[in-house]
């Protein structure tokens, strides 16, 4: 966080992101207040509805975190002890740590330097290695702590910073193999994808609703899905495992309290009916600061990539040239009142990775190298013009004067 202490004289203070409300959400939220029905009422189901509709899902599941969402996707798909999982290193940590609660192996496939998504080419080679049974899976496996003869179960794709991942290459060979196709759109509600919705591309999606997401309900996450048979279980195991006729205190499964509460459930019910506008609003924001850092020769600015129809803007990750030193960076436009994340630490390179499965900085080299360059300016839907141009000035200034 800023410390607004450190702050030198004359500058402003921009947050890193906000919620975006209105009266509207304070008096939803105000009004569960008014009745005793805090939880499993009205309002989560009217949530539910209203993003399956946006999407065009048969299903929507409230969860009380994105994490949670796609932890039910896992064991709803019958993932479990030593199955292979094929997923990215580039991500938020939840995408693989959700395999690790069920005791399957991440195996990592590296991502294509533009977007940040699963490398399509990459995942094919992944998949034709560990379906020969030969010792070619060998070099996708980690050094250790995976079982050498395991079944490849699915393929968790992540919409990285709201750019769907490129599934047209995909799909084919998710098909072919039969896998399961999770897709994490965590950071991507209202992304499309030659106009099929992010969330939609695979069996079974999550979106997830932190207060700096597109939509916020505090804490908070939706899974989407056309399959019956996995959405009632995951209805199940989201509220204690109780099945379809289990009275509050039978419990057919093993499940967790998943379920989001009806204030959450409410404030995100309007979020949802300002969907648009808060993503053209995001759209907006990330234009102005394309054009100012256009120019800006150590800059490159985020880029959509066909055949993503729409990009849903979560964050604006930019990509600094080699020889920047992105620490001192950092500091210095923390004191002109400018927070800034790097983003993503590699979660190969985060120490229980290291340490339960033995990788190693050099293991996935583009991931590394974005991991390295890349930097969230402040991102929220409610600046305004002279917010990204204050940003960009300062930016501009410390670049020059790091030169
Ligand atoms: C790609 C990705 N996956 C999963 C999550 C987890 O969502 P949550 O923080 O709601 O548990 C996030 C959240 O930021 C994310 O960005």
Same mark, same amino acid.
């Given at each position: 966080m800023t410390n607004p202490g450190k702050l030198q004289q004359g500058m +402003?203070? %921009? #947050?890193? @992101?906000? #919620?975006?409300?209105?009266?509207?959400e304070r008096e939803a939220v105000g009004a569960v207040m008014q009745t005793p029905r805090l939880s499993m009422g009205p309002e989560v189901e009217g949530f539910e509805q209203s993003v399956a509709r946006a999407v065009g899902a048969r299903h929507a599941i409230a969860v009380n975190s994105g994490s949670a969402g796609l932890h039910l996707c896992v064991r709803a798909a019958g993932i479990r002890d030593g199955d292979w999982v094929i997923t990215t290193p580039f &991500? $938020? =940590?939840a995408s693989a740590n959700v395999l690790l609660y069920e005791r399957a192996t991440p195996i990592f496939v590296d991502v294509d330097p533009q977007t940040g998504n699963i490398d399509p080419e990459l995942f094919a080679t992944a998949v034709r290695d560990l379906e020969s049974g030969s010792g070619r899976a060998e070099r996708w496996l980690p050094r250790r702590g995976a079982q050498e003869q395991a079944a490849l179960k699915a393929l968790l794709s992540v919409d990285v910073f709201g750019q769907p991942a490129d599934y047209d290459a995909l799909i084919p060979v998710v098909e072919d193999h039969r896998l399961t196709l999770i897709e994490d759109s965590c950071e991507a509600l209202g992304a499309s994808y030659r106009s099929r919705p992010a969330g939609m591309q695979g069996d079974v999606g999550v979106f997830a609703f932190y207060p700096n997401k597109q939509i916020t309900t505090a804490e908070g996450g939706m899974i989407v899905t056309d399959d019956d048979t996995l959405a009632e279980m995951m209805r199940a195991l989201r509220n204690q495992g109780r099945a379809p006729g289990d009275t509050w205190l039978e419990h057919t499964y093993l499940g967790y309290n998943y379920r989001l509460n009806e204030l959450s459930a409410a404030l995100g019910r309007v979020q949802m009916t300002r969907l648009e506008e808060l993503l053209q609003k995001r759209e907006r924001v990330a234009r102005w600061y394309g054009e100012r850092l256009a120019e800006i020769a150590q800059v490159e600015v985020p880029?959509?990539?066909? #055949?993503?129809?729409?990009? &849903?803007? $979560?964050?604006?990750? %930019?990509?600094? &040239?080699? *020889? %920047?030193?992105? @620490?001192?960076? =950092?500091?210095?436009? *923390?004191?002109?009142g400018v927070p800034t994340r790097p983003y993503f630490t #590699?979660?190969?390179?985060?120490?229980? $990775? +290291? *340490?339960?499965?033995?990788?190693?900085?050099?293991?996935f080299p583009v991931t590394e190298d974005l991991g390295r360059r890349s930097l969230a300016l402040p991102f929220a839907s409610t600046f305004s013009e002279e917010d990204v141009d204050y940003v960009c000035r300062q930016l501009h200034a410390v670049l020059r004067a790091l030169d």
């Open positions: +402003r203070h %921009i #947050p890193m @992101s906000a #919620p975006d409300l209105t009266d509207k &991500s $938020f =940590v880029q959509v990539v066909a #055949p993503t129809t729409r990009m &849903s803007w $979560f964050v604006y990750v %930019i990509r600094l &040239s080699g *020889e %920047i030193d992105r @620490s001192a960076l =950092v500091e210095q436009l *923390e004191a002109r #590699p979660i190969h390179l985060q120490p229980y $990775f +290291r *340490e339960q499965y033995g990788y190693e900085q050099g293991d």
